[in-house]
C-alpha cells in the first residue's frame, strides 16, 4: 500500500519537471539546508536537498503532545493528543522563485487517547443508555478511548521559501496544505461487571459510531507552519 501511495504522489511530481523545466540541469544539485518548524503538525526538524534546478526534497519530524479535558455524550475525559509524523515531500518551483507546489506522503502516527473521569455519582450517557462509572457497585470501572489514523497520509500544499535557493544562507519558510490522513479509527474500551453484556456491548458500538461520525471531517488535515533553514 505504502509504495502505491509514494507512485501517486511522489512520481507525478517528479515527471513534472521534464514538462514544465525542460530548462533545468539534469543532475543534483548538491545543495543542502538544515531548519526548524512549528504549525499544526507539530515542532520539529526539517532537512532539505536540491534535487534539480526546480526541484527539491524535503523530510523531517514534527511532534506535539498535549493533555486536555473534554466533555462528549456527557461523557467527561481526560486527554492525550499525540501529533508525531515523518513527512516526505517533493516541492515544485514552476517559476523559479519562491513559490512553490508540494505533493508526497506523511508518515503519520497521530492520536488521540482518552479516559473516562470516574467518581462514585458519575453517570455516563453510552449509545442512549446511561450507566454508573468509578463507584462501589457501579456498572462500570472505566472506559477508555483511542482515536488514529492510516500510517501513510497523501499531502498536497503550496508554499513560499526555497532553503537551497541562490539568494541566501537563511531562508523563511511557509506552507498550507492539507494532509489526507484518512477517516478516523474509533475505539472505545469498558472495564467492569457489565463490560460483557450484550446490550452494553451494543450501546457501546453506536457511541464509537456516532463519534467517528462527529470526527469525520479529521480525515482532511490542515497543515500550515513557519519555518527557518540555513543552507550549507
Known sequence: MKK??????????????????????????????????????????????????????????HTFNYDGNATKSDIDYDYKLKLQSIPLLVDLYPFGGGFRVTSGVFINNNKVTSTAQPNSTAKVNIGGTEYSIGGVGADLVSLDGKVDFQSTAPYLG?????????????????????????????????????????????????????????IKDFQYYPIVSLGLAYKF
Open 4 to 61: 502505491n501511495v509514494l507512485k501517486k504522489t511522489l512520481l507525478p511530481a517528479l515527471l513534472a519537471i521534464g514538462m514544465c523545466a525542460p530548462g533545468a540541469a539534469f543532475a543534483g544539485t548538491g545543495d543542502i539546508a538544515i531548519g526548524v518548524k512549528g504549525g499544526t503538525a507539530g515542532m520539529g526538524g526539517e532537512l532539505t536537498v536540491g534535487v534539480l534546478n526546480y526541484l527539491n526534497f524535503r523530510t523531517g519530524y
Open 158 to 214: 503550496i508554499g513560499w521559501g526555497n532553503a537551497v535557493g541562490k539568494n541566501s544562507h537563511l531562508t523563511i519558510s511557509f506552507d498550507a496544505g492539507i494532509m489526507f490522513q484518512g477517516t478516523p479509527k474509533v475505539s472505545l474500551n469498558a472495564n467492569g461487571p457489565i463490560a460483557s453484556d450484550p446490550t452494553f456491548q451494543h450501546d457501546l458500538a453506536e457511541e464509537e459510531a456516532q463519534l467517528k461520525n462527529d
